[in-house]
């Protein structure tokens, strides 16, 4: 076996990730523990003032309540909520954290993030619920707070952490290894904290060739909290509701600022506006498609409709937009040039702040948005509890709030005892973005503490024995591609080994085209599921052959490894509901319609983590207390 050091960490309570999600608990952790005596630690795969989905920052803030202003009430957003979802949210969780997400906004702004202001003084809002902010350095500015309440000692940083330690139906710890040194680690705790964000390259993208790799949201979130939370025996919900972007071409460049800034159109080839022109379309899928604001996935579908019956490629109509803010000055030239110069800056901005390849791209094609509209494309398919789709663990909601049957005595614990979620990692609890997901990191950090000390878990031990088998189990890829890499002359074609790019290929081409991706106009059926299903189980089989050449590749395999729960979780659960509730986001050929009678309900399920069988069942939709 690879001659790594063993390190072992003790705390109370783990945080795993270092995302927003993280940093909210890790802020709120550090005050409950300081009062309690208690050690909390936090392990990243990457560094925390770049790691997650904020690394390059973000141009909005998108979850504001303004419950302070009086502008909206939690329950408004509880409303909104469930209507971009089809009917399927729990409205216990959505609360919880829509009443504690203006204080994450307010916090960030006392850190250090600049926030635009009105002339009133009050904040610049994108839209109902949305915030513009400078945010380049968004992610540090959080990332400091957390740094700071944890105290660096307490942060092991480029550790990628591989899975959980249980002690029976308890989660006390995980294992995982460091990307720059040779060392593994097993990190024991009292309580673990898991939000390792979502899961990008699962499906074939859409970018190939010299722009392989490029995506919306962020590669390296590779399904580490599916694969965690499913080892552990957590139950899942709403794994089928994966969300699909509607994105500028080719750099995936997001679409709020200008839809809801800018107010921009999105038309046609042929200058047809898909939202005006197929309004009977949103008949089918009432009462959703008749409510407003009409759910992201069914604006999606209008626009895929046009593009199959070949009116595409659809354009986001900058050019329009920005002339028609711009002409509200025209009267006055010198107040017009002023305004078309500060539009410009807005609109290079809102890319620089946040998806800077899509600035770059602009750059590079001579776009003026100005001058000329941009393409704009339904991405491939991510998995995000924490946007528009909502697939993750399933969690307990607050007792004030939670139905008995959505209560299991602390907030955001997921169905294995001492393991909590939130962010991406949490499912039905859609449209928390970076704001809400640092809410329910601190809704969720602040509750495990309340465990340790309520509960008493005594510190595990875990058995040498234990810990080697891990240990081989993590550093196996590495193994196996020192005993075999000279049987042939290139390393990339072995036949006792199969790296991880490849194997990453293999699994996004069988969901491209067998589980709905771009490929398949985001289609599947109950017979394409479950050829998706067998080809999966032999790719299973192969994952045991992933191979790795170095630290970084080992890495490498272990996301893959992760994305294959994460794609299996989703197959099967599109192949348990038997009708079509999102489309948009996908379209079940053989059950083209929703069927509330039978299907208004979550679909979840959970992964025996011995015998790795899945179990399938339907939970109801309760409103709140
Ligand atoms: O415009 C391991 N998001 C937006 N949110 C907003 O509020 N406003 C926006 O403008 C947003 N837009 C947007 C957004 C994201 C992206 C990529 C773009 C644009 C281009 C969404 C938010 O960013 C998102 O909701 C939150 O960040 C979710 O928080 P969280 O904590 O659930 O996930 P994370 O921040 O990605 O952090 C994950 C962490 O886990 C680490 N990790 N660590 C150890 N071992 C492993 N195996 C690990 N696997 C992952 C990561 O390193 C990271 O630290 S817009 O499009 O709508
Ligand atoms: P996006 O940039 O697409 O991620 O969207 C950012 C925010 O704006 C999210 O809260 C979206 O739900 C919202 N949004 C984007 N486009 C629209 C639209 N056409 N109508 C209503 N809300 C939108």
Not at 10 to 22: C, K, N, P
Not at 225 to 250: H, M, N, W
Request: contains cysteine; charged residues 25%.
């Amino acid at each position: 076996m690879a001659n790594f050091e063993t390190v072992q960490v003790e705390t109370d309570l783990l945080i795993l990730g270092g995302g927003m999600a993280s940093c909210g608990a890790a802020v709120e952790a550090a005050y409950w523990a300081k009062k309690n005596g208690l050690k909390v630690t936090l392990v990243d795969k990457a560094a925390v003032d770049r790691s997650g989905a904020v690394a390059m920052g973000l141009s909005a803030i998108n979850q504001y309540v303004g419950l302070k202003e009086g502008d909206n009430t939690v329950d408004d957003y509880v409303n909104y909520v469930k209507q971009d979802l089809m009917g399927v949210a729990r409205d216990d969780l959505v609360a919880s954290i829509a009443r504690h997400v203006d204080g994450s906004v307010h916090l960030f702004e006392k850190w250090g993030l600049p926030i635009w202001k009105a002339e009133d003084g009050g904040y610049v809002h994108e839209g109902r619920w949305q915030l513009m902010i400078n945010g380049e350095s968004y992610k540090v500015i959080v990332a400091e707070a957390a740094k700071n309440h944890l105290g660096t000692e307490n942060i092991y940083e480029r550790v990628f952490i591989v899975g959980p330690v249980m002690d029976g139906d308890k989660c006390v710890g995980a294992y995982g290894f460091s990307v720059r040194e040779e060392k593994f680690y097993i990190f024991k705790a009292r309580a673990v904290f898991c939000a390792m964000g979502g899961a990008v390259h699962v499906f074939k993208p859409r970018s190939s060739g010299e722009g392989l790799g490029r995506a919306w949201y962020p590669p390296w979130n590779s399904g580490s909290s599916t694969y965690f939370t499913l080892k552990a025996g957590a139950e899942q919900t709403c794994q089928e509701v994966r969300f699909i972007p509607v994105r500028f071409k080719d750099a995936y460049g997001p679409v709020g600022a200008w839809f809801l800034l800018f107010k921009s159109r999105a038309t046609n080839a042929f200058g047809g506006e898909y939202m005006v022109e197929r309004r009977d379309e949103l008949e089918n899928w009432k009462p959703y498609g008749l409510a407003k604001p009409i759910p992201a996935n069914l604006r999606n579908w209008l626009g895929m409709l046009d593009i199959m019956e070949g009116k595409g490629p659809i354009y986001m109509r900058t050019e329009e937009a920005l002339q028609k803010i711009a002409d509200e000055y025209k009267d006055d030239p010198k107040a017009h040039k002023k305004k078309v110069k500060e539009l410009e800056a807005e609109a290079w901005e809102d890319f620089l702040d946040m998806t800077i390849s899509q600035a770059i791209l602009w750059a590079a094609s001579d776009v003026q948005p100005e001058e000329k509209s941009s393409e704009i494309a339904a991405a491939e398919p991510y998995f995000i509890g924490s946007h528009s789709g909502a697939s993750g663990a399933w969690v307990s909601g607050p007792e004030d709030l939670a139905p008995p049957e959505y209560f299991w005595g602390y907030e955001n614990m997921t169905t294995v005892k001492g393991l909590f979620a939130a962010g991406d990692a949490t499912g039905a609890s859609s449209h928390k973005f970076s704001s809400g997901s640092h809410a329910e990191g601190r809704i969720a950090g602040k509750a495990a503490i309340r465990y340790i000390v309520n509960e008493n878990p005594a510190m595990p031990t875990v058995d040498d024995a234990t810990i080697e088998a891990l240990k081989a189990k993590a550093l196996k890829p590495l193994d196996l591609f020192e005993e075999h890499k000279d049987f042939t002359s290139q390393t990339d074609v072995n036949p006792n080994y199969i790296l991880p790019k490849m194997y990453m290929f293999r699994l996004q081409k069988l969901m491209d085209e067998y589980a709905g991706g771009v490929g398949a106009q985001f289609t599947t059926s109950k017979v394409l599921c479950e050829r998706a299903l067998e080809l999966l189980e032999l790719l299973k089989e192969d994952s045991d052959h992933l191979a790795a050449s170095s630290l970084h590749e080992l890495m490498r395999c272990w996301e893959n490894y992760h994305r294959t729960y994460q794609a299996e979780a989703h197959v099967r659960t599109m192949l348990f509901r038997e009708e079509t509730r999102w489309p948009g986001y996908y379209f079940r050929a053989d059950f083209p319609k929703i069927d509330n009678d039978n299907w208004l309900c979550f679909v979840n399920c959970t992964m025996d983590p011995e015998t790795e069988e899945w179990t399938m069942l339907k939970r109801d939709i309760l409103p709140m207390k």
